[in-house]
């Protein structure tokens, strides 16, 4: 089901996309991202939404005069913040959803980069299996697995005086965590979203740096392009928060 | 706001979990095993470890490593009998090292892991010169003490094992080329390109012509006199094994699951292919009187040399690697089943089988 449904399609895509733009799989990668940004737009529109809406909330009366009333009894302001929930119509799971979707998306493309690379006899014979009839790949196999300085099939690193160091890991973890604060809503001193969001935003760029560390760098380009990609839309949008970027300082 | 924690927390711990269990999986099988064979033991490289199997019983001679895998290191290209007492084995596995064993003991003489890329083709020892291709596109050399000589780049990656005529290195690379390595000059003089990758080795015949199938579903024959193509003949699906060659004939199995017997001398087929119940990898078996071959569907057949079916054997698993001949029974190495090693008489019934200690 899962190779059915994601994987031989991801995988036939990657390789079409590699086929007409002349077999540069880093190229297919990118085009693949902004691909897949495309079509997960309804729900980082979806996303935008619920940060805006959480972003009005702070500074509601009703909101604020919650979270005085009930700073000691924590069970029942939970309860009153879900009631103005529902009442304003916020989903306060809304923002999470883009990134969970992306979940499927990496173990699929990590998949499917690991199966069109086909680096091992096993993944060669899979790939042989996977292939749509309209895909002539008989010319493009094996893929040209590198751009740039990077094996894209391998981990990444760079020799920097005799140590290795993960540049692509690095930027990862840095566009990442900007991505992540752009999107954070300022948050009030106790408040305990803020608090998690403060948190989100400081582990999962470092979770998605040792994923990029320690798998593919194939994996590390569709990070970071897709971290790219939602900067650029936010800012165009208007909506990033670039005070968010200073410690300590808020808007 | 607890919920919303244990959601993101879970994710992580999904994505992790599901990360790592890829490249688990991908650690434990990137390839079927590879066999060998004298006239005592059989020699299966198969994942973490490298087997000597008792031919006469099925019971292990010796492992190796003897106790604790190494979880770094997987073998799975053929292992190769020097006429010193030496078993080359190669490793696809992170650390990728091309050791050399003890035949009688399993004892680790020396092992090489000076390669940038992981092996996945056996190597081939000439004049007391390892000659191992290697994933990176190199061609590296070693005495038979293990000491580096030199290493070469050939272009592409090296997943076949070499033949040679004595003056050259015939290799085959997945950048769709033969190439031919002289082994005074040290230097690729010529090379012919197919229309697919060639993922097996070349076959070479006594008739000085080498033989080898790609990904463009071509039997080709390649004659080093003229340095250019003889023959080809198209075949249903890709090609990966070289094929096996006995008295002008040429026997080979597609992806397609069609097997072929061809003319040596012009490529025209002998017989419709027949066509078991899968697809087939490996290099056919030929004994004195019939083929072997082994299908995905883990199917053993015999055939004899005028294409009439002998007898089948259910084996199990999955069968991709050469069928191999030692002494007298025929060994088939299944992947996905429970043994890994299984011997039949030249009648098609079960000997013995090996299933390693869980």
New interface residues.
């Given amino acids: 089901m899962w190779d059915t449904y994601v994987i031989i399609p991801m995988t036939n895509v990657l390789l079409w996309i590699y086929d007409i733009i002349g077999h540069n799989f880093g190229v297919a990668i990118i085009l693949f991202t902004i691909l897949i940004r495309a079509l997960t737009w309804p729900l980082t529109a979806q996303q935008l939404k619920g940060t805006q809406g959480m972003q009005e909330l702070q500074k509601d009366k009703e909101w604020l005069d919650i979270q005085k009333k009930y700073k000691n009894d924590k069970e029942k302001l939970?309860q009153e913040q879900m009631r103005i929930y529902k009442e304003r119509g916020i989903n306060?799971?809304g923002s999470?959803l883009p990134?969970?979707i992306q979940?499927p998306i990496?173990?699929g493309l990590?998949?499917s980069i690991?199966r069109a690379l086909a680096?091992?006899?096993?993944?060669?014979?899979n790939l042989?299996r996977s292939l749509y009839p309209f895909l002539d790949v008989?010319?493009i196999?094996?893929l040209n697995s590198h751009f740039l300085w990077m094996d894209l099939g391998r981990p990444e690193s760079i020799n920097i005086f005799g140590f290795a160091v993960p540049s692509l890991a690095i930027l990862v973890v840095i566009t990442s965590y900007i991505q992540s604060r752009l999107m954070t809503p300022p948050s009030n001193p106790g408040d305990?979203?803020g608090a998690?969001g403060n948190m989100?935003s400081v582990y999962?760029p470092l979770?998605m740096g040792y994923?990029a560390m320690i798998?593919a760098s194939g994996l590390s380009l569709y990070f970071i392009t897709s971290n790219l990609l939602g900067i650029t839309q936010y800012a165009l949008m208007g909506r990033a928060n670039w005070s968010n970027l200073i410690p300590g300082r808020k808007e | 706001?607890?919920l919303?924690?244990i959601?993101?927390l879970g994710?992580?711990v999904?994505?992790?979990t599901?990360?790592s269990g890829?490249?688990a999986s991908?650690m434990r099988?990137?390839?079927?095993a590879g066999l060998s064979a004298d006239t005592e033991n059989a020699f299966l490289a198969n994942g973490s470890f490298v087997y000597a199997i008792n031919l006469n019983n099925g019971n292990v001679t010796w492992q190796y490593p003897a106790e604790k895998a190494d979880s770094k290191e997987s073998y799975?290209a053929d292992p190769v009998l020097s006429d010193d007492g030496q078993v080359i084995v190669a490793s696809?596995g992170t650390n990728h090292s091309l050791a050399s064993l003890n035949i009688k003991n399993g004892y680790q003489n020396w092992t090489f892991s000076d390669a940038e890329g992981?092996w996945?083709a056996s190597p081939l020892i000439v004049d007391e010169t390892i000659y191992a291709p290697n994933?990176d596109g190199k061609l590296y050399a070693l005495d038979l003490a293990g000491s580096f000589l030199w290493a070469k780049h050939i272009g592409?990656?090296l997943?076949g094992q070499p033949v040679s005529d004595g003056d050259f290195l015939y290799l085959t690379s997945?950048?769709h080329h033969l190439y031919a390595f002289d082994l005074d000059k040290k230097e690729v003089t010529w090379q012919v390109e197919l229309?697919?990758?060639i993922?097996g080795a070349a076959a070479l015949g006594e008739d000085g012509k080498l033989y080898l199938g790609s990904?463009?579903?071509a039997m080709v024959a390649v004659d080093p006199q003229t340095q250019d193509i003889a023959w080809e003949t198209p075949t249903k699906g890709?090609l990966w094994d070289p094929p096996a060659l006995d008295d002008g004939t040429l026997y080979v199995g597609d992806?397609e699951g069609f097997f072929h017997a061809l003319n040596m001398e012009d490529g025209s087929p002998l017989w419709d292919a027949f066509q078991p119940d899968g697809p087939i990898?490996g290099t056919p078996l030929v004994t004195d009187d019939f083929v072997v071959i082994g299908t995905e569907s883990g199917i053993a057949y015999a055939m004899d040399k005028e294409g009439k079916t002998l007898w089948q054997q259910n084996i199990g698993g999955r069968l991709?690697t050469n069928p191999v001949q030692g002494g007298d029974l025929i060994l088939f190495a299944p992947m996905e089943n429970d043994s890994i090693l299984v011997a039949l008489d030249s009648d098609g019934r079960q000997v013995w089988q090996f299933t390693p200690e869980k």
């Fill in positions: 939970a306060p799971f999470c990134t969970l979940f990496i173990i990590y998949q690991i680096a091992t006899p096993l993944s060669l014979l042989s008989t010319k196999i094996p305990q979203s998690m989100m999962m979770f994923i798998y | 706001m607890k919303k924690k959601f993101i994710a992580v999904l994505l992790s599901l990360l890829c490249s991908a099988s990137n390839s079927w799975f696809l992981a996945i994933t592409g990656a997943w997945l950048d229309s697919g990758a993922p990904f463009g579903s890709w992806l990898i991709y």
